[in-house]
């Protein structure tokens, strides 16, 4: 395979922003929703559920879906574009991304 048909794969694998984005959103979305379930109605327009009530058990559920899902999203994100050689860098802190646990201590993968 040429060098240039390897990139073009790789770009191809690399998940869309909008699809990251999506999938963080998702995540926040349920964080919400369990923060509604869960304040009380004395404390401005909660449910006042238990943390035991099976509405916020299954709305646990989809929040533990959907921080895989963006986990999974990110984590191929980052994969991919350190094997194109990109910089990453970690949104909140502004620093670089150590991916050389990743590649066994190299951030350059080889081929044979």
Known sequence: MCEAQRVTDAH??????????????????????????????????GFGLSEDAGTVIAERAKLERAVAERNRQQALYEVVAASLGQKLFWQDTGEPVKLDAFFG????????
């Not at 201590?105 to 044979?112: I, K, T, Y």
């Open 12 to 45: 191809n694998a690399i998940p869309e922003f909008a699809i990251r984005k999506e999938a963080a959103e998702a995540v926040t979305v349920h964080e919400r929703r369990i923060a509604d379930l869960t304040r009380l109605k004395s404390e401005g327009g």
């Open 105 to 112: 201590g190299s951030s350059h993968r080889h081929s044979a």
